[in-house]
């Protein structure tokens, strides 16, 4: 099994910053990929960003390119979402997703694990 915790969302002003945090535990080989999701009200789950845990590589969505960044440190499982230059439009609750290798990318469907998020709220 595989268990992934959220942490590190908050409310912050436009403009501002924060770093996101999903601590992963359990079989290493699941969780080749990793990625976020978000989720705001009324709206359907929208990829944000995955990581391929081997070798860095990333994959971002066109509305956070040049804003959010990814990153892993794998000798302690975890996984961060550096956002800055943050929108209203960012408010959601955001989801760390684990999946292999061949998960990596925007569907979530190819994701077999997720946490249980953090909200995210940017006030203008």
């Known amino acids: 099994q595989v268990q992934l915790v959220e942490s590190g969302g908050g409310l912050v002003q436009a403009g501002g910053s924060l770093r996101l945090s999903c601590a992963a535990s359990?079989?290493?080989?699941?969780?080749?990929?990793m990625g976020w999701f978000r989720q705001a009200p009324g709206k359907e789950r929208e990829f944000v960003i995955a990581?391929?845990?081997?070798?860095?590589?990333?994959y971002y969505a066109d509305s956070v390119k040049g804003r959010f960044t990814i990153s892993r440190d794998n000798a302690k499982n975890t996984v961060y979402l550096q956002m800055n230059s943050l929108k209203p439009e960012d408010t959601a609750v955001y989801y760390c997703?684990?999946?292999?290798?061949?998960?990596?990318?925007?569907?979530?469907?190819?994701?077999?694990?997720w946490g249980r998020g953090t909200q995210v709220t940017v006030s203008s």
């Open positions: 990581i391929r845990r081997s070798d860095g590589s990333t």
């Open positions: 997703a684990a999946g292999p290798l061949s998960a990596y990318g925007p569907d979530p469907g190819k994701y077999d694990y």
């Open positions: 359990g079989r290493s080989f699941s969780m080749l990929a």
